[in-house]
């Protein structure tokens, strides 16, 4: 069972690796939309640091959604989902994998680069802990609810339309907890409610995405 | 039961059940409302803080109660269909997902309206308006996705799983907005309903609420009635009440 | 007496509103070839996809080796392999390593791989990208694949599509081999399949 899942994981890292744009556009991505906020919103440097929590988990939210459309499309596109489907190893372990791989490959930059981030809207260097901690619990929570979405989606031709639609209303408890930590940092509280929720996400999404990756894989490979 | 429940998940004898509940519910209905509105527009007393615009609660409280309550019957019935396979469940979800849509956009239209003379604004970031928002894009996300899958046994199922991922989400997203509303909210701001209320404002409230309920219910049987005729155009029972003109 | 392997009772499948299996029951036992005619559209590949529990019956029961699918799954799957319209080969990949990704227990090692590949008489560089393979080249990969899967049952859709004389020659060995092996292979063509040594049985679907 560990053997098909670093199998998988293995080749779906390699694939990042030779294709660079999968993983870097995102991380422009992220950078861009928060260089936005200050030239929409000005200048302003206590405005800024007041809504950064907030741009930054916004940004973050989306970009994770930008690789989320490609998760299982390529797959499908090669017939390579055939196999996956066909593997005498639980096809929730293999989908974990999947998952794994989007969050190394999307989730990951993003929160290495967060703090850069952090630093351009004037968020307060305290809250640097904590927008990291809030990331990689969120991000890792975000790419398991996301691939329900992509699972339902990917054999439709203009599925990439409606992935946002379906999955960023349930990307909400996640927004709020998330931004909520780093801004509670920021402001010299204590964020221990904050991560243990987002981390309670977390466990809640391990356990049942990828029962419903799965079963959303089966579906979507009927047509 | 087992046997009664699978003779009532007979698309046939569901159909006919329906033929004969419909109008009696129909009359039920304009009976509950018509009672509901008049006790609470025109007998109910004055509120002595919010004046006469606190009665738009007849159309509000019932119209959210509606939106959570079919989002339940929505869930339940795509849990019978994946499970048990049953073709009335997916019907009933499928019919009710615009519904549960509409009301969930009648209790934010009237919400919003009862917001203006209560905070001052037409929208303000109450917790229950805020929920309510995301419940409306949870129902929109289910519809999109059931229309936009042109194999209908597919989309079915496709939907149902997300309908269930919905409920999950749905108590979460609630307490999530409930405490991100706590936090961010000066405490001054009156919210939406009051926890005490008097009995004479409760009865008008709560026949609205059961004639909401039933208005569901016809309108719900009606438009499964349509979807199963649709569906099962080509079978035998459906012909021939064609042939006998008794649709 | 030969073990019955994948037995069918009565299926119904269809696509869309469309029904295009009705009421077919065939049993697949070992050492035995299976083959499905019919012309486009008639469900061919429909029906090999429901054989591979990839498409729900309407009607009817699909067992492996008695115990009925889609609940015996992981042991059906253990034992069977498919190649499909689509090759499932990363284009990004080299043959090896595509051949070395297979989701099972046992990964192959690189002789066993080159092993295949020689097999299936492929005659391009195994260093380079399968996307600039030509279609023929990665058919013979998918066949690799299917070799090195060691599965009993062999289910596989229009496996000459793209091959030469020669291929498809080779491609009528391999399965030659495989039967006589005691394996079973289900295939769906619309060119002949010149196997001399084993009975052909044929189910014919008409559209």
Not at chain 1, 24 to 29: E, M, Q
Not at chain 2, 215 to 241: D, F, H, P, Q
Not at chain 3, 180 to 191: D, E, M, N, P
Request: proline share 4%; aromatic share 8%; net charge neutral.
């Amino acid at each position: 069972m560990g053997g098909a899942f670093i199998t998988l994981l293995k080749r779906d890292l390699t694939l990042a690796m030779r294709r660079r744009s999968d993983w870097l556009n995102p991380l422009v991505f992220f950078v861009i939309v928060v260089t936005l906020f200050p030239i929409g919103i000005g200048p302003d440097g206590s405005l800024l640091s007041e809504i950064a929590p907030g741009v930054i988990w916004v940004a973050a939210l989306l970009a994770t959604l930008l690789g989320l459309d490609g998760l299982f499309r390529d797959d499908f596109d090669d017939g390579s989902i055939e196999q996956l489907l066909l593997s005498p190893q639980p096809l929730s372990v293999l989908v974990l994998a999947k998952v794994l791989t989007h969050w190394l490959v999307a989730g990951l930059p993003l929160v290495l680069l967060s703090p850069l981030l952090a630093l351009l809207l004037q968020l307060k260097l305290q809250a640097i802990p904590a927008l990291l901690a809030s990331l990689v619990l969120g991000t890792l929570t975000l790419s398991l609810i996301g691939a329900i979405g992509a699972a339902l989606t990917v054999g439709l031709r203009r599925g990439g339309v409606l992935l946002p639609l379906l999955v960023l209303p349930l990307f909400i408890p996640v927004l709020i907890f998330g931004s909520s930590c780093v801004a509670a940092a920021a402001g010299g509280f204590a964020i221990g409610a904050q991560l243990s929720l987002l981390g309670g996400l977390f466990f809640l999404a391990l356990a049942l995405a990828p029962l419903a990756v799965a079963a959303s894989l089966r579906i979507s490979a009927e047509s | 039961m087992f046997r009664w429940f699978h003779k009532l998940a007979s698309t046939k004898n569901f159909y006919r059940l329906a033929e004969i509940l419909t109008p009696l519910l129909a009359v039920a209905c304009a009976i509950l409302l018509a009672v509901g509105l008049y006790r609470g527009l025109f007998v109910a007393p004055t509120d002595y803080e919010q004046g006469e615009s606190y009665r738009i609660i007849y159309v509000h409280v019932p119209a959210a109660w509606m939106s959570l309550f079919i989002y339940m019957v929505m869930a339940f019935c795509s849990l019978l269909f994946l499970v048990w396979k049953m073709k009335l469940a997916d019907i009933v979800a499928q019919v009710s997902a615009p519904l549960g849509a509409s009301f969930t956009f009648l209790a934010l239209a009237t919400g919003s309206l009862w917001g203006k003379p209560m905070w001052g604004t037409w929208w303000e970031w109450d917790a229950r308006l805020t929920s309510e928002l995301i419940l409306l894009f949870i129902y929109i996300g289910y519809m999109a996705l059931r229309s936009s899958i042109d194999n209908k046994s597919t989309a079915a199922r496709a939907a149902a799983i997300l309908a269930l991922v919905g409920v999950v989400n749905i108590p979460i997203i609630h307490y999530s907005v409930e405490w991100w509303n706590t936090l961010h909210q000066p405490a001054s701001i009156a919210k939406i309903g009051t926890p005490s209320i008097h009995i004479s404002m409760l009865i008008p409230l709560l026949l609205m609420a059961l004639g909401f309920k039933v208005y569901y219910l016809v309108v719900m049987l009606t438009k499964t009635r349509n979807v199963i005729l649709e569906r099962e155009a080509n079978s035998a029972w459906v012909r021939e009440r064609v042939k006998e003109n008794r649709l | 007496m030969t073990e019955a392997l994948l037995q069918a009772k009565d299926i119904c499948v269809s696509r869309g509103e469309l029904t295009l299996i009705e009421n077919k029951s065939f049993t697949i036992s070992a050492g035995m070839l299976f083959q499905l005619q019919g012309d486009n559209g008639s469900g061919k590949t429909t029906l090999l996809r429901a054989m591979c529990s990839l498409i729900p019956l309407d009607k009817g029961e699909i067992s492996w080796r008695g115990k009925l699918l889609p609940a015996a799954r992981e042991d059906y799957f253990a034992e069977m392999c498919f190649a499909g319209h689509a090759d499932g080969l990363k284009g990004d990949l080299t043959a090896i390593e595509n051949l070395q990704c297979t989701l099972t227990d046992h990964t192959a090692t690189r002789a066993e791989c080159e092993y295949a590949l020689e097999e299936t008489g492929f005659t391009g560089r195994s260093d380079l990208a399968c996307k600039v393979l030509s279609a023929g080249q990665r058919r013979r990969v998918v066949l690799a694949r299917v070799l090195l899967s060691k599965a009993v049952l062999w289910i596989l859709d229009e496996p000459l599509t793209a091959l030469d004389a020669h291929g498809r020659a080779l491609v009528g060995g391999l399965i030659e081999q495989h039967v006589s092996a005691g394996g079973s292979v289900v295939y769906s063509t619309h060119q002949a399949l010149e196997i001399s040594s084993h009975p052909v049985q044929t189910l014919a679907l008409t559209s």
